[in-house]
């Protein structure tokens, strides 16, 4: 079946850069996506690429995606302690969702 | 604006006891989806429901575990005869129609179940 796999933490200086890797195995994936999670609450969408794209930036965050390799990473420039969070990884063929682990991230002062 | 909306929040219960875990979907979103999030891990998908289409159940763990959605729109998973593995975070999440250009989860805060 499919899975989707990420490294569980990420420790970071505040300012410094993050970067947060993901593979997967759905090759039929249309849509890859990241979301956060903050504590006590639910799953938001961060951002989100097409799998016929490579690259994709907004404001401090850029997703890079290697389809050959199924590899998919998210960097976010100038990590602040609000970007403190749990960051999970997902593909999707546009009806079926598969998460990973996530990643928490924990920015240090 | 209303986004999805989850009760209880939190609930604790006995051993062997019914629970009833409501989901409020956003107007108008066709899909709705119940995962599950056990401590420190990733999201176990439960349950699928898209339209009036039979749902999708193959996440659900075992016969304890049923969901139901009305009239499309509000949904309620319950799990009877409560077991102590069954303590997790459940999480709601909807969908809208598939021309939405993101294909996006919009998900609730989820129901905490502490099962003792």
């Known amino acids: 079946g499919e899975d989707v796999e990420q490294s569980l933490f990420l420790s970071v200086r505040e300012g410094d850069s993050s970067v947060i890797n993901c593979t997967y195995t759905?090759?039929?994936?249309?849509?890859l996506y990241w979301y956060k999670q903050e504590p006590g609450a639910g799953l938001q969408l961060l951002t989100y690429?097409?799998?016929?794209?490579d690259m994709k930036q907004d404001q401090r965050l850029t997703v890079l995606l290697n389809k050959k390799d199924k590899h998919l990473s998210l960097r976010i420039a100038d990590t602040q302690t609000g970007d403190s969070a749990i960051y999970f990884c997902a593909e999707s063929d546009g009806q079926n969702f598969v998460f990973g682990p996530g990643t928490r991230l924990s920015v240090l002062p | 604006g209303a986004g999805v909306s989850q009760s209880p929040s939190n609930k604790v219960t006995e051993k062997g006891k019914d629970v009833e875990l409501r989901c409020d979907p956003i107007s108008g979103h066709t899909a709705l989806y119940w995962y599950r999030q056990s401590l420190g891990q990733g999201l176990e998908f439960l349950i699928y429901?898209?339209?009036?289409?039979?749902?999708?159940k193959s996440g659900l763990p075992s016969d304890r575990f049923s969901a139901e959605r009305t009239g499309g729109s509000v949904s309620t998973l319950t799990i009877q005869r409560t077991q102590q593995e069954d303590s997790a975070v459940y999480l709601c999440a909807s969908s809208p129609p598939q021309t939405s250009n993101t294909g996006e989860l919009f998900f609730g805060e989820g129901s905490r179940l502490t099962v003792l």
């Open positions: 759905d090759s039929s994936s249309t849509y």
């Open positions: 690429i097409f799998s016929n794209m």
């Open positions: 429901f898209q339209g009036n289409s039979a749902p999708d």
